[in-house]
């Protein structure tokens, strides 16, 4: 705590000092100045890692979504090209197909759930 030495000159108190109104409002002013100085820097940190982290995760989700929108058409595609082939081929495409419509329904989950 700051102290006032100008009590002294009045006698009132000499043995102990008294705190002076007039220091601690400026000490006090000058904390205030300091704490709002480290908030308003806390703020300008979050505002900007904050907006990179929305505009990273958005591209995350655009990129996201184009898989898996092409993913569901390299599952059509496949259906498609397995009935012009052989019964064998035909068989191995389907399975193809199938499994990896059952990853995109897995994924397609994760990102409802």
Do not use: W
Request: charged share 20%; glycine share 2%; aromatic share 6%.
């Amino acid at each position: 705590m700051i102290f006032c030495h100008h009590v002294a000159k009045t006698n009132s108190c000499i043995s102990s000092p008294v705190p002076c109104v007039a220091d601690i409002t400026k000490a006090t002013v000058f904390c205030c100045l300091a704490q709002m100085q480290a908030i308003e820097q806390i703020l300008k940190n979050s505002e900007k890692n904050l907006g990179e982290i929305c505009t990273i995760l958005a591209s995350y989700t655009r990129k996201t979504a184009k898989l898996r929108d092409k993913a569901d058409l390299l599952v059509a595609t496949l259906f498609d090209f397995s009935h012009t082939e052989d019964p064998e081929f035909q068989i191995g495409l389907k399975n193809l197909a199938e499994d990896l419509a059952m990853v995109q329904d897995y994924r397609h989950a994760q990102v409802r759930g």
